[in-house]
């Protein structure tokens, strides 16, 4: 398949392009073209306003025996867009612009015809000067008059306005360059005081972290703990208490694998004993008989502990099993 949009054509080895025709054209040929309207313009016809800007088809043709500098000066054609009556325009390079030919007027053109009058006098004043020396001579000095009436009215209404003002300006920039040296003064200051602010906080916390610091790391003296006084007799009380213990724990218990002094131990238990002295909270009521003789009162404990009791429990039934 070839391509759709083809760049490079192919030629025949006998392709000659000196036997293609040549067409030949009108130079007053016309080009359908499209433009928009150069200026506002109103049909002579139906009196139908067109303005600027707005677009159109028109036909272009170069206008023959007219040339500005070497340059061609083209025609335009277009139609009316309510009643379709022929409009012609063409350009003006002279002047930068486009002239109106045929089938309407231009409109809104004040400042070029003003323009137009301008140079106009201008125009002729040259000429009579170049042929007339006096003439020179009185425009000259009319100028020079005009210029100083020109003046004198600046001056009357410079005075007129420092009268009405009464503005002193060099006062009021040398106000201003004060207000302005103050102002930076006064910035300066500030930001002085609050640098020495920042500063004496600064150091104000530093010194309460180093005495921080310092109280953290300074040990703290020990309490002296509060001791009785001993007693110059302490030592000698020993060795008596100790032995005071001994005895009475073989008094209540009896000395261990001593069955001779047990064996005849008999442990009465007594049906009616309430709950609290089940809890351990009940007094021994044993009446004990060793050798036919009761036992001396003084050996008789009346808080006995757990272990006193299982001790005399097991010493009971060593001595019945014995028996």
Not at 1 to 17: A, G, H, I
Not at 44 to 55: D, L, S
Not at 154 to 164: A, T, V
Request: net charge negative.
């Amino acid at each position: 398949m070839s391509e759709r949009k083809v760049l490079n054509k192919y030629y025949p080895p006998d392709f000659d392009p000196s036997k293609i025709p040549k067409l030949k054209l009108p130079k007053d040929r016309q080009y359908v073209v499209r433009l928009m309207a150069p200026f506002n313009m109103r049909c002579k016809t139906c009196g139908e306003y067109i303005y600027k800007g707005k677009k159109f088809n028109a036909r272009k043709e170069t206008v023959q025996n007219e040339v500005y500098l070497g340059l061609p000066i083209f025609r335009f054609y277009i139609k009316c867009t309510r009643c379709l009556a022929e409009i012609t325009f063409k350009t003006d390079p002279e002047n930068t612009d486009y002239t109106m030919e045929h089938g309407a007027t231009r409109n809104f053109q004040a400042e070029k015809l003003l323009e137009e009058e301008e140079k106009r006098v201008q125009k002729e004043r040259e000429d009579e000067e170049l042929n007339n020396p006096m003439k020179v001579l009185e425009n000259r000095t009319k100028d020079s008059k005009l210029e100083m009436e020109v003046l004198e009215n600046l001056q009357e209404l410079k005075d007129l306005n420092q009268r009405q003002a009464h503005v002193d300006f060099e006062a009021m920039l040398r106000q201003h360059r004060l207000s302005e040296e103050e102002r930076l003064k006064q910035e300066q200051e500030e930001d002085e005081r609050e640098t020495a602010a920042l500063v004496e906080e600064a150091r104000k916390r530093r010194l309460l972290e180093d005495s921080d610091s310092e109280e953290d790391a300074a040990p703290v003296p020990p309490q002296p703990a509060f001791l009785p006084n001993p007693k110059p007799t302490a030592i000698l009380d020993e060795g008596p208490k100790a032995k005071r213990k001994t005895e009475s724990w073989e008094r209540s218990v009896g000395t261990l694998g001593s069955r001779p002094q047990l064996s005849g131990l008999v442990v009465v238990k007594k049906a009616g004993l309430d709950r609290s002295t089940q809890q351990g909270q009940l007094a021994p009521t044993l009446d004990t008989v060793s050798n036919g003789k009761a036992e001396d009162p003084a050996t008789r404990t009346p808080g006995t502990s757990s272990l006193s009791l299982l001790g005399a429990y097991s010493d009971s039934e060593d001595s019945s099993s014995s028996n």
